[in-house]
């Protein structure tokens, strides 16, 4: 088995872009004169180009510009304002950034603005939008799968709603609310060429089946529900814009998924006898997981750090998998399923996601490694010019002379090679000029 492991990592890492295939009817992203665009199905029209793109998360740029949200911080100390989220999507074009993932929501009851004060949503969110064409950019807008019970919550006192409410009752206010917004986006937005492509929201798979009280007193809605759920959501997308793609948003699933869907919370497991509830899977349950989790978009997301333990070990706790090899199997089965995996997340360990070391960058090399070796359209690395988490994490910050940021240059230069390589005929080794802390093939 570690041989067999190690092999995937080697062939994630060694390429030759002339022979690399795509997976046929996937969705793509195409290039014509007027710039980028997305196609649900494959391959891109005549007259286009078939491009693939490594780009980053500005996650927090509809955050950062609204009046309903207090976000720290500008460089300055002070609260961080729209002015700070325009300067980072400036920084990332002028770096040759072409695609960036948003989060479309603002976060827990600050979404309340939606209904309280729509003029002054909308025109926020209009500005935004607009500076995103103007800079030429193109944006995964993360509409929002998270928290719309405690929006509902605040809109009706009384209302005691959880996330499983959400999930399994259409009839629910939180539901309700969510499925109006989803259609009020897409209804508002379909028409911009600055919207790329949908994505449902931000690692909802993570819920499945955990126990209370992260769902209120009751285990967490189950796989299957919430399929079900996506599903739901992706049809009222399509129903409007049936031509861009939607990504999941999910995160790697967790390593134990498959036996925290099949298993008890406690006890013997009758579905996977001598296991338990959070037992690590093997590949092959975790391929049925993950194909199974994603059935209703067609970017396959997946979400993958850097840790600094054993800690996210994948098959084997033994041989610990992590890394370029399970992102490689992910896509891989992908691939079986005529569907193309997005990597909407990606760093190094906590909170050095992008530097400043050699060794904070050695697993986003690796991860753009994988995506010029694989049939992998979109990446978006964790992340750029985080204005509202500059105190608590590292991101690249373009000509900063902060100590923590000092790798923003390197990791520039990795996603600029990364790129074309990608959309030219070049072999060789991404990155090999970096310096190796280990020689570790997975993490």
């Known amino acids: 088995m570690v041989a067999r492991y190690r092999a995937v990592y080697a062939h994630s890492c060694c390429y030759l872009l002339g022979l690399l295939v795509l997976v046929d ?48 911080c500008n460089p300055s100390g002070g609260p961080a304002t729209y002015p700070d989220a325009l300067a980072a999507m400036e920084s990332a074009a002028r770096s040759g950034v072409r695609v960036f993932r948003v989060f479309g929501k603002l976060f827990g009851t600050a979404q309340t603005m939606w209904v309280t004060n729509a003029s002054v949503f909308w025109q926020e969110y209009d500005r935004m939008v607009d500076d995103i064409e103007r800079l030429n950019l193109r944006a995964v807008l993360s509409i929002g799968t998270g928290q719309w019970h405690l929006v509902a919550n605040a809109l009706h006192p009384g209302l005691n709603e959880t996330a499983n409410d959400c999930v399994r009752n259409r009839s629910s206010m939180s ?84 036996h925290q869907e099949h298993c008890p919370l ?61 992102v490689t199997i992910a896509a891989e089965e992908a691939a ?4 193309a995996l997005y990597v909407g997340e990606y760093g190094g360990p906590h909170p050095n ?15 753009l490694k994988v995506q010029v070796s694989q049939p992998i359209p979109l990446t978006t690395i964790w992340a750029w010019a985080c204005p509202s988490h500059r105190g608590d994490m590292v991101c690249i910050w373009p000509n900063s002379t902060r100590p923590k940021e000092r790798g923003s240059k ?34």
């Open 25 to 72: 009817g996937a969705a793509v992203i195409c290039e014509n004169h007027t710039g980028l665009f997305a196609r649900r199905d494959g391959p891109c029209p005549d007259q286009t180009t078939n491009i693939r793109i490594a780009g980053a998360n500005i996650f927090d740029s509809l955050w950062v510009g609204s009046s309903g949200m207090n976000t720290c």
């Open 175 to 258: 539901y309700s609310l969510q499925s109006q917004y989803f259609h009020d986006i897409v209804t508002r937005y379909r028409g911009r060429p600055g919207i790329l492509a949908w994505e449902l929201g931000n690692e909802l798979n993570l819920q499945t089946n955990l126990p209370p009280p992260f769902c209120g007193d009751k285990q967490c809605f189950n796989t299957s529900e919430m399929v079900a759920f996506t599903q739901d959501l992706c049809k009222i997308i399509r129903a409007l814009d049936p031509n861009r793609p939607i990504s999941s948003g999910f995160s790697m699933p967790r390593p134990s998924a498959w």
């Open 410 to 443: 390197r990791m520039i230069d990795l996603l600029a090679e990364a790129n074309a390589r990608m959309n030219q005929t070049v072999a060789g080794t991404l990155g090999e000029n970096i310096p190796k802390r280990s020689t570790a093939r997975n993490d």
């Open 336 to 339: 079986s399923s005529r569907k």
């Open 353 to 367: 996601y992008t530097g400043p070391t050699s060794y904070d960058q050695e697993f986003p090399s690796q991860i």
């Open 266 to 326: 406690t006890g013997p497991c009758p579905a996977d006898p001598h296991s338990g509830y959070w037992t690590t899977d093997t590949e092959e349950q975790f391929r049925e997981n993950l194909r199974i989790q994603n059935t209703a978009v067609d970017w396959w997301s997946v979400h993958l750090y850097k840790h600094r333990d054993k800690h996210g070990c994948y098959f084997d706790k033994k041989s610990c998998v992590r890394g370029g090899a399970v």
